[in-house]
């Protein structure tokens, strides 16, 4: 029979513990269909799942539909348990995605959709909960087009010309058999799908039963069972421990057969598998052996983790979600530290994410999760399993680094009869792309096993970078030259080496701190919103109003998990009770407030024992110690970068010497090329001014390079600034149409003494259909903008339009969009500053006209006319005139 893995993930509150409950009974594996109000969901067995009623650990469903066998594993949709859903996609064939119909697509919906592309699993999708008042199927299909794929296609018009229609607009091979037949094989359906370039949708009711038999047909007609080898793989994605606390591996067989007693291995340990379970529920079934497209539980297994491979699967322990939050475990008086530790890893084997650490400084235990519901959860696995009751405080933020300009990195470890240097290339990589290592070093440099050695000493270490001590990520490392000797290194010298080289390149390349956010979704009374949009600006937050819903407004954004992750207990206080705030994490971000939170962490660099940022070379028979910012003066190889041009940077006259002949690329190209090859060493000493260096090649002679004035233009964020002035804002809860043309009245003002274009941008959220418009008020410029546009939106195209056009200033204290002006080349002026120009401007003005009104002392000269001065004037001559003195 054919063998299927399905996964089933939604947001939470979506019904998709409801949806494998009518799965399982549509199926015939249940008899009578469990309720998670009921606590008596099928898979939902754990003691905490059915008190909180929501799934915390994922759990598997073996059944039967026609000639296939499902293994249907549940997962949490809490954001806290995310990493548990993650663990999951690594072994599964399909993915369910269940959406609530009432609700639409939700924050954490979109984090899934990212995870399912990550993982490239085909998805079908079930839209649940229809059956509620105010669901419109239209609108719905409209949305997950919009915000998921454009590739989404009802499948409940399966057979229609419509249908087949839609299909073809997916793939080019459909499109030509629609063309010249009418209609498409389902066997290039089922390919579409497999590779991800259709995504089915089915309409449902899963308390109801309705659709689902429907659905899970047609997941058994389009879905394509995977081939597997012959040869033996398995690969490891969850640890548990059953009631009699036996430790239970979690895997899929990718390949051959398991069989008991069989011995397997990482390359590290090799251990044999004593059992085989089948579980399906809370029940399990004990087996000799299984085949390939199988899940399966093993015991014998005590060092095997998630993420192990066996066999012919590699291993491979990468995450994208990741806790944000660190606690210290507070635990009760006679309670040791040392005796806790121990049980706290033990939990930790289940959950890799907790990272139990003891911190040997601030003698602690310090415990990394998601959020507030993991605390209790782990609070009661705690009391339960081991009789202590432990507490947390309240959390800190886990930050992270980064690097903007790449740079060479140099470590020299060489004490007395020891000896190894390393060179590193570090460059700033995509966001959330982790850290990425790879190799550019010939063998006839360094040999090979040292090579590795480099590699898996970059790979086992989390790195500390040099403005907080938080973990480094988002660059790429490259490895690509170093220098052994032939009696004197062994591997512990390529260890320091390497890992000095590391912290010298982060402490010449600008380094960024990077915070967590999370997206969000508040749904709120619509008179509410000024009160909402007020406290997501004071968390520095980003938002736009999504949709209405009646008397209720959804808005969407992202915020520093900083200051939104307690916003909850706000909202439900402020709308009492109506309000409704989900969050899911989003990404790594620049810190808002880099320079407090790094002087508050007070971290010092070079000061750090365990991570050196200098080196150790020798001369005379004696070791010494080298400063990392005087380690390439003494370094024995010479720089992976033209050390002959990085010669050259160090002269003050350098940029001078480049003229019209010395670069004869295009522009984006060869200054690509030179600040990541020639100029990416300078690290933080790097000043040289690539705009100017462009305007002297182009110029045709020295008279070009004079600055042209431009037409100057102001770009103002309304919305933003009104929330930002604490005069606007006081008007904004009573009357926003008074605070908007206060400003309005403010710039009008300020552009009369400035003499500047003004254009005042506003989002035009209410507007349904709303096309854009713009205005003119008094002497400057109103832009509402159109439905879906944000101000931030068309702030950004204006800026990349008309940056070789004029001088353009942005106006906002939205951090994001400061980024984005700052690379439309616009400069900047923060809220606070706009206030102050503007204030500053009118006070001179009025100083000005009081000056010229104050009385002065006046001649009769002052009281004439032109010519009647001129007569005046011939008066005196003659009056002075010797002849006419002498004849009077």
């Known amino acids: 029979m054919r063998k299927l893995v399905i996964g089933i993930l939604a947001h939470v509150d979506a019904g998709k513990t409801t949806l494998s409950e009518s799965l399982l009974y549509s199926s015939g594996k249940i008899q009578k269909l469990g309720r998670v109000d009921n606590k008596n969901a099928y898979l939902d067995t754990h003691d905490l799942e059915k008190e909180r009623g929501i799934t915390i650990f994922s759990k598997q469903a073996v059944f039967e539909v026609e000639d296939t066998i499902i293994t249907l594993l549940d997962t949490p949709g809490h954001m806290d348990f995310s990493s548990e859903m993650e663990r999951t996609l690594q072994v599964i064939d399909i993915a369910i995605l269940v959406i609530s119909g009432a609700d639409g697509i939700q924050s954490h919906t979109v984090t899934l959709w990212r995870l399912l592309t990550k993982y490239r699993i085909p998805v079908f999708i079930f839209v649940n909960k229809m059956d509620q008042i105010g669901t419109d199927r239209v609108a719905l299909m409209k949305q997950l087009k919009e915000e998921l794929d454009d590739r989404c296609t009802d499948f409940c018009i399966e057979g229609t010309e419509l249908f087949f229609e839609q299909l073809a607009l997916c793939d ?383 808005i969407v954004g992202s915020a520093p998990v900083v200051t939104i992750r307690n916003y909850h207990r706000e909202v439900l206080a402020y709308t009492r009770g109506l309000g409704r705030l989900s969050l899911s994490f989003e990404g790594y971000k620049p810190c808002h407030n880099a320079e407090e939170v790094i002087k508050e962490i007070g971290y010092d660099s070079e000061r750090d024992p365990e991570n050196p940022t200098g080196s150790i070379f020798c001369a005379h028979g004696s070791s010494y110690s080298v400063d990392w910012d005087e380690v390439k003066k003494h370094m024995h190889l010479d720089s992976y970068l033209n050390p002959q041009i990085q010669q050259n940077l160090d002269m003050p006259s350098s940029v001078d010497t480049l003229d019209n002949n010395t670069l004869t690329q295009d522009d984006s190209e060869d200054f690509s090329f030179l600040e990541r090859a020639v100029f990416a060493n300078k690290g933080k000493r790097m000043n040289w001014n690539r705009k100017e260096v462009i305007r002297r090649r182009k110029a045709k002679s020295i008279d070009d390079i004079h600055y042209q004035p431009k037409e100057e233009y102001l770009l103002v964020d309304g919305y933003n600034i009104i929330h930002a002035w604490p005069e606007l804002k006081e008007l904004v809860d009573s009357n926003l149409d008074a605070a908007r043309t206060r400003l309005l009245d403010l710039l009008c003002s300020y552009q009369g003494i400035r003499k500047n274009n003004i254009i005042v941008v506003f989002d035009a959220y209410r507007v349904e259909g709303h096309l854009e418009e713009i205005i003119d008020y008094h002497n400057i410029h109103v832009v509402f903008t159109k439905e879906k546009q944000t101000a931030d939106q068309f702030i950004e195209k204006f800026g990349y339009d008309h940056q070789s056009e004029y001088e353009i200033t942005v106006a906002t204290s939205d951090g994001l969009q400061q980024l984005i002006s700052i690379g439309t080349g616009s400069a900047l002026l923060s809220a606070r500053e706009l206030k102050q120009e503007v204030e500053n401007a009118l006070k001179t003005t009025i100083q000005d006209f009081q000056n010229r009104q104050r009385p002065v002392r006046m001649s009769l000269k002052d009281t004439l006319s032109q010519e009647n001065l001129n007569k005046v004037e011939e008066l005196k001559s003659e009056k002075m005139s010797p002849g006419k003195e002498g004849r009077k």
């Open 172 to 554: 080019e091979t459909m499109l030509e058999q629609f063309l010249e037949h009418g209609s498409i094989d389902i066997s290039l359906i089922k390919r579409a799908i497999n590779k991800r370039r259709i995504y089915p949708c089915y309409f449902g009711s899963a308390l109801k039963l309705d659709g689902v038999e429907e659905f899970l047909r047609g997941i058994i007609k389009y879905s394509l069972v995977p081939n597997y080898p012959e040869e033996f793989g398995a690969k490891v994605f969850k640890i548990s421990r059953d009631e009699q606390g036996n430790r239970l591996t979690h895997l899929k067989i990718t390949g051959g057969i398991l069989r008991v007693r069989n011995s397997l291995t990482n390359g590290v340990w090799e251990e044999k598998v004593n059992q085989i379970r089948i579980y399906s529920g809370q029940k399990y079934e004990t087996v000799t052996e299984i085949g390939a497209g199988s899940i399966c539980v093993v015991t014998g297994l005590s060092n095997a983790k998630p993420g192990d491979g066996f066999g012919i699967e590699k291993s491979s322990y990468s995450r994208v979600i990741e806790p944000v939050l660190s606690y210290r475990a507070l635990l009760p008086a006679g309670v040791e530290p040392q005796v806790m530790l121990p049980k706290l890893k033990q939990i930790e084997e289940e959950e890799p994410e907790l990272q139990v650490t003891w911190d040997e400084n601030l003698q602690e235990i310090q415990v990394q999760i998601m959020g507030e519901v993991q605390i209790e959860i782990l609070q009661s696995m705690i009391e339960r399993r081991f009789g202590v009751n432990v507490h947390f405080d309240e959390g800190q933020i886990l930050y992270k680094e980064t690097i903007v300009n790449p740079v060479e990195g140099v470590g020299h470890f060489e004490p007395l009869r020891h000896y190894a240097e390393v060179h590193l290339l570090l460059e700033p990589g995509e966001p959330g792309s982790g850290l990425v290592f790879t190799a550019d070093c010939s063998e006839d440099v360094l040999a090979i096993h040292w090579q590795r050695l480099i590699l898996s000493y970059l790979e086992q270490k989390i790195h500390k970078g040099v403005l907080t001590g938080s973990p480094i990520t988002d660059m790429k490392i490259t490895r690509v030259s170093g220098r052994a000797h032939i009696m004197h290194t062994d591997s512990g010298d390529f260890r320091e080496a390497t890992y000095r080289a590391v912290r010298q390149g982060l402490k010449e390349a600008e380094s960024v701190l990077l915070e967590p956010y999370y997206a969000f979704r508040l749904e709120i009374p619509e008179r509410l919103i000024g009160r909402a949009m007020t406290d997501i600006d004071r968390m520095q937050g980003t938002y736009k109003i999504a949709e209405h819903k009646g008397e209720m407004a959804v």
